[in-house]
């Protein structure tokens, strides 16, 4: 008896309804990305023996070229702006993001100061990462933000917010042209003008500074760095961490980094520095000191019990004595969080943003999952690539396809239905006009309740109109290739491959019949048989075929 194959069936009616929703970003890492950015690198530092730290600044260089990575220099390679606006510094999720300040640049490099938020005690590590590769972004450099303390005297006016200033005699302080200065000559008696700072500082903080110190005659003292608030010169201080510019009996000029603990003091030359700008840190920690001059070690002092202990002022100071003349420039002025050792780090290579997308507006009360992980939600998990979704109904999977994520996809108007005896899966134009779908059929997933043979109903839109004698209906069992069954969270199912829009139900073979397939019609028709004509080349040809009826 002639029949008709299903599989060689037109598509008549297509119905399938799917939900693709657009989120504004996910990404293809399952971690978030910070928007507009094309490049970043992972920042892993290692925390110091000294405990774990909280708002710690860390230097870095970034140079624009290619390179290799070492502890504290990075390379963008070309990837990043000539002026560096588009570097941005973030918390281990990828999106929060970290102050951070640019100290200074040249044509390829700037040097960076980052507050990371939390560092863990060695030899525990944090995540941060380094993005850039935004051409349309500005700087949001600020020191301000940065640091416990900043200054960089740019208003020709003293912030007496943050200092508090003498003078006596022929000393004097002022602000103007982008620095601070402190300077003083004297024929009489030794005299004091500073900038202090109103906040004191414990031992585990760092002055950095760019300074120039000058001296050009006899019995002139100047310093900087931490030291106690009650001195009135130099030859009383009681407790301080500084660097002194000194020159006694119109001997040479002497720098030298001293300690001074409950009024005993020790010393260390520490080279002469006067007439040339530099950047100078004074670093103070609870058993040692130590003074850098533009990031090199001059000398430090390790004695424990030449250490103060007291919260102590940072500033300048000149101390000028008889025919004494000298000043300290200062262009910017800090102070910054500082522990022994310091934390270390290390960065990624370098990765490059590809976006991912989802699904939106989904069917009421259905979950679109990936058909081989059915914890990663696509509507808020972004994909890429072409993946398999599975798509169910409260707890009844429906169907599953391939989904072209290069784009956000919105399944508003697909219709999924089951209700633990039919399957339906319909979208108004057809299947293959889903949004994203990729291929010409899907699976229908129909629950298995013990039938022999499985109805199908190609051209219905609801469950409803998956029903005996459904237009166009036909039957399939398990001995067709494209049937299948399997489980899924304990409930077992038909699945019926091949499909381009349907709905269907299991059915019992008829009374006295055979189970095995009834394959869907040309035509559907009352009579027990009727006539198909062929246009054939050459002439036409009448071919008769017998048709049982459900």
Known sequence: ?????????????????????????????????????????????????????????????????????????????NNVLDSFNDIRFTQSDGQTLLDYWIESSTTDTVTVWVECDSIPESPSTATFYLYYGDGDATSLS????????????????????????????SATYNESGGYARVSGSSSG????????????????????????????????????????NTHTSYFDLANAVILDNNKYNWASDEHNLVTYASGSGVGQAAGNQNASWKVFEYRRYTDNAQIMYDDISATAITTPASIPTANL??????????????????????????????????FGEESTYTPSYVITNPPESTQITLASDEESDVTSSGQTGIQTVAIAKSTYRVAAFSVDFSADRDWTDLTVDSDGEKAVLHYDGGFTSIPGSSGESFSLYIPDNGGSRVRICPNASSLAQVTSGCSNEYFLTTSDSSVSKTTVNGIDYWVIAGLSGTGGEEAEAPSGGSSSSYQAPLFTDLALYFTLFLSIIGGFKIIRKTIPLA
């Not at 008889?322 to 910054?336: K, M």
């Open 1 to 77: 008896m002639g029949l008709f194959n299903y599989s060689n069936i037109s598509k008549i009616v297509l119905f399938i309804a799917v939900g693709l929703a657009f989120t504004s970003q996910v990404y293809a890492t399952g971690e978030s990305w910070l928007d507009g950015y094309t490049y970043r690198k992972q920042i892993t530092i290692t925390g110091s023996s000294a405990g774990s730290q909280t708002n710690y600044q860390v230097k870095i260089t970034v140079n624009k070229n290619a390179g290799t990575d070492t502890s504290a220099t990075v390379y963008l390679n």
């Open 142 to 169: 600020s020191a301000i933000n940065t640091f416990p303390f900043y200054d960089n005297f740019d208003d020709n006016s003293v912030n007496t917010s943050l200092w508090d200033v003498a003078q006596s005699g």
């Open 189 to 228: 008696s030794w005299v004091l003008a500073y900038f202090r700072t109103k906040t004191a500082f414990g031992p585990q903080y760092a002055i950095r500074a760019k300074q120039y110190f000058s001296a050009s005659s006899a019995n002139f003292c100047s310093y900087s760095g931490f030291a106690d």
């Open 313 to 346: 002022y940072a500033g300048m100071w000149v101390n000028p004595g008889a025919g004494a003349s000298g000043y300290i420039y200062t262009d910017w002025f800090l102070v910054r969080k500082y522990v022994n050792p310091e934390p270390s780090m290390a």
